[in-house]
């Protein structure tokens, strides 16, 4: 599996390649949940068989789930870092916020009825996991006991709105509710702002 300095490095070269303006395309960097993220990829074995779902800052899980580095960067050189899309190792994203709850929990669904091994996973972050498709989602995967697992990534913020001031809570909805046995929460503030690298690039 690749190492915690190794996404570190990925991330520092792809802010260094956007700096220079050739990445014609939105870039979304992250750092600072290396070590939640290798965790969770490591407690739960996500391997062949399973299904990573993510939205506009997945690098990270790209690299986890086992796209070679050299793929993964042609594919940000082409525009493609806020919906990247890795059918061989089952890497599914989308730059729409919400967007791809529902098909993970369709694809749990359908694993489970045709009695594969898969399950799906689904990363996102605290104002995504406020939507009314998370808690839908959550709730149906919950009531049929799919193999799905929703990993929200909280950084307190959606773009610069704070998130916990925006739904008048310290926690996010799920806390304390039944449906946390589908969810996995933890907290992290991200080293990089949350689009690109917070100064104006010009091509
Ligand atoms: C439907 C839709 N509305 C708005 C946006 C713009 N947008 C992109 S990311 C984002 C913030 C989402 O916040 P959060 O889920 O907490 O993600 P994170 O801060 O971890 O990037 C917004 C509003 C979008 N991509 N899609």
């Known amino acids: 599996m690749v ?3 190794e996404i570190i490095a990925f991330e520092q070269e792809i802010a260094g390649i956007f700096a220079t303006g050739v990445i014609r395309a939105p870039v ?3 750092a600072g949940r290396e070590d939640q993220l290798i965790d969770i990829f490591k407690k739960f074995q996500i391997n062949d068989d399973d299904y990573v779902f993510g939205f506009w800052d997945s690098h990270e899980l790209a690299l986890l789930k086992g796209v070679p580095a050299a793929e993964l960067k042609q594919a940000i050189l082409e525009g493609r870092s806020i919906s990247l899309c890795f059918p061989k190792q089952k890497v599914l ?5 919400g967007s791809l709850m ?3 929990t369709g694809v749990a669904w ?3 009825h045709q009695g594969q ?3 799906a996973f689904i990363f996102c972050g605290d104002m ?3 939507t009314g498709i998370f808690h839908e989602a959550v709730k149906y995967a919950c009531n049929f006991d799919l193999p799905a697992t929703f990993i929200v990534c909280d950084n307190g913020v959606s773009v610069m709105t704070n998130t916990r001031e925006t739904w008048g809570s310290p926690d996010p909805w799920f806390k304390g509710t039944a449906y946390e046995k589908k969810i996995i929460y933890f907290k992290y503030t991200n080293g990089y702002p949350h689009s690109g690298l917070g100064k104006l690039i010009k091509f």
């Open 28 to 30: 979304h960097l992250r």
């Open 3 to 5: 190492t915690k300095e």
């Open 110 to 112: 359908s694993l489970k």
């Open 102 to 104: 529902g098909t993970a």
């Open 128 to 130: 995504s996991a406020e």
């Open 93 to 97: 994203c989308s730059g729409i916020v």
């Open 117 to 119: 091994k898969g399950r």
